[in-house]
């Protein structure tokens, strides 16, 4: 099955079902989970795929979405309705968050996968902060054991060999394709760098070590504070691969 397919098709028919009753809150519920949702998903592996007639199909969609929610004036909250978010969203840029305050609402990431891959098509030349930590903008109710992550790993790849990244943000990056299985050439760092390796160095003292996977060693190495590092640099490597690399600031 064509998961993306699958999502987009979803989402046309609950939303052209939900137009043609009386709104609910059951209703606008399913707004929430079978159309904005499934758009976003649907967003995600279209443009991970290069798929962009499709990503914008998507973004066409959810903009009908919005126009709806303003016409009826529907843009509710409580409970598990989310909708208020969507109120003060600029659907040309989506929305910035933020690691630092919490895991964001779902309705801000589905909205997110749905803009930002937009604006990344629309813009000539895309910048880094519009798309900021997009693993986390992207995808911060993903999970490594989601279905959706590998999608998620190639999109935010495709935005940072345009724009490039802090070496931090591109060391998560290949982290995580390394979980995956494999390796590519890293993308531009904006303040450090990254290297290829194919054995683990041997002075790691003092690392702070813990396995990503069965297979995934990484170790982060910096100056401590209590319980935290401040990480200066990190090393990932594969056994499996027999492969990895070193990525830090400059």
């Known amino acids: 099955m064509d998961l993306g397919k699958h999502f987009l098709k979803q989402a046309i028919e609950t939303f052209k079902e939900i137009r043609e009753e009386d709104v609910s809150e059951y209703s606008l519920l399913l707004l929430q989970s079978n159309v904005i949702k499934s758009l976003a998903d649907a967003s995600l592996i279209f443009f ?20 709806f929610l303003r016409d009826n004036d529907l843009f509710l909250g409580g409970g598990l309705l ?32 749905i803009v930002k891959p937009h604006l990344f098509l629309m813009a000539k030349s895309p910048r880094y902060e519009e798309f900021k930590d997009p693993l986390f903008n992207l995808g911060a109710d993903i999970s490594p054991q989601d279905r959706l992550f590998p999608y998620l790993v190639s999109s935010v790849r495709r935005i940072l060999e345009k724009t490039g990244a802090p070496w931090r943000v591109v060391g998560e990056l290949m982290k995580w394709e390394l979980f995956l299985g494999y390796l590519k050439d890293p993308p531009q760092c904006m303040d450090g760098y990254v290297k290829l390796i194919d054995s683990l160095p041997r002075i790691l003292e003092g690392a702070f070590f813990y396995f990503l996977s069965d297979d995934v ?20 490597f594969s056994k499996k691969l027999n492969r990895g690399f070193i990525a830090g600031r400059w």
């Open 48 to 67: 991970s795929r290069e798929d962009d007639k499709k990503v914008e199909k998507a973004y066409c969609e959810f903009l009908d979405v919005l126009e």
């Open 82 to 113: 989310q909708l208020n978010l969507l109120r003060d969203l600029n659907p040309l840029r989506g929305f910035s968050l933020d690691r630092r305050f919490g895991k964001p609402r779902e309705m801000l990431v589905w909205s997110n996968r």
């Open 217 to 236: 060693e990484v170790y982060e190495l910096g100056p401590r504070s209590g319980l935290f590092i401040d990480v200066e640099k990190m090393v990932c």
